[in-house]
């Protein structure tokens, strides 16, 4: 990070952008990642939040934002520091989110597979008739599935309105 950045920050802010440092982010689990996020994110809008109250503030006394920009230099400088810091933990975050998302869709694969060979997902064999959800079989499942298709909820949909159409019909003729 810039060292004009980090010569407005004071101690505490220092040491927090200072957690956002490659060897400090490789430590963190997912979890603590994202906590450090939210406190980093909170500090960053809290000093975009002031630099634009003092910019505002400060626009009718000189005329413009141009001539009232450099009045409001320590804020944004404050703001900027945080958000390169919010930068780096974001796309820690985000390979990490990656990351547990694989490791649980190789888990839920692994837990299909095994069901499907008919044995659970601790890999122990299933009680005969016993499906992935308690169902019969694997072929009724797939029936019962094959039942719940968008054409046939649109059927189902179109019948349903038809039927409300035909009521409301015959509701109107009654005096």
């Known amino acids: 990070m810039n060292a004009s950045l980090l010569a407005v920050l004071s101690d505490a802010e220092r040491l927090l952008v200072a957690e956002t440092g490659r060897d400090q982010l490789a430590a963190l689990d997912e979890?603590?990642?994202i906590e450090l996020e939210t406190r980093i994110r909170?500090?960053?809008?809290?000093?975009?939040?002031q630099y634009r109250r003092g910019a505002s503030a400060a626009v009718p006394g000189k005329g413009g934002r141009g001539k009232a920009r450099p009045e409001n230099?320590?804020?944004?400088?404050?703001?900027?520091?945080f958000e390169e810091a919010l930068s780096r933990v974001s796309r820690r975050v985000a390979v990490l989110a990656r990351q547990a998302a694989a490791q649980l869709r190789a888990e839920r694969l692994a837990a299909a597979r095994a069901a499907g060979q008919g044995?659970?997902?601790?890999?122990?064999?299933?009680?005969?008739?016993a499906g992935p959800a308690g169902s019969a079989t694997g072929a009724q499942t797939a029936a019962a599935r094959a039942?719940?298709?968008?054409?046939?909820?649109?059927?189902?949909?179109?019948?349903?309105?038809?039927?409300?159409?035909?009521?409301a019909k015959r509701d109107s003729r009654q005096p």
Do not use: C
Not at 73 to 81: D, P, Q
Not at 148 to 162: C, F, I, M, Y
């Open 31 to 33: 979890d603590a990642a």
């Open 73 to 81: 230099t320590r804020a944004r400088m404050k703001a900027e520091a």
């Open 42 to 49: 909170r500090a960053r809008n809290k000093y975009v939040s």
């Open 147 to 167: 039942l719940r298709s968008p054409r046939t909820e649109k059927q189902r949909a179109g019948t349903l309105a038809a039927g409300a159409r035909r009521q």
């Open 119 to 129: 044995r659970g997902p601790g890999g122990r064999a299933a009680a005969p008739g």
